[in-house]
């Protein structure tokens, strides 16, 4: 059975840092691309950053130079760092695998960002 579990979301200030982790069960994890996206209220659902198997990296450009994705394959785990956070990242931020016929979601972890 395959599960896609997100954590680490909740209430930061503006500038602080959250670290988002997703844990991905019943897959081969190393050989497939991991995604994380966000859907802020009464927004469409954006990529926010990409790893492939081989550890290459991607970013939209609204968080270039402050967040930063990364893999654990031996824990099965991607990681979302994000640093400087600002209101306008405030959204659900969800977990994505991605390849060889997969397209699968977890539930999504909130990230409030707020004084």
């Known amino acids: 059975q395959v599960q896609v579990v997100e954590s680490g979301g909740g209430l930061v200030q503006p500038g602080g840092s959250l670290r988002l982790s997703c844990v991905v069960s019943g897959i081969i994890f190393s050989t497939k691309e991991m995604r994380w996206y966000r859907q802020a209220p009464g927004k469409q659902r954006e990529l926010v950053a990409t790893i492939t198997s081989g550890g290459i990296t991607n970013y939209v450009d609204s968080v270039k130079g402050r967040f930063t994705i990364s893999r654990d394959n031996a824990k099965n785990t991607v990681y979302l760092q994000m640093n400087s956070l600002k209101p306008e990242d405030t959204a659900v931020y969800y977990c994505?695998?991605?390849?060889?016929?997969?397209?699968?979601w977890g539930k999504g972890t909130l990230v409030t960002v707020s004084s």
């Open positions: 994505n695998v991605w390849g060889g016929g997969m397209n699968l």
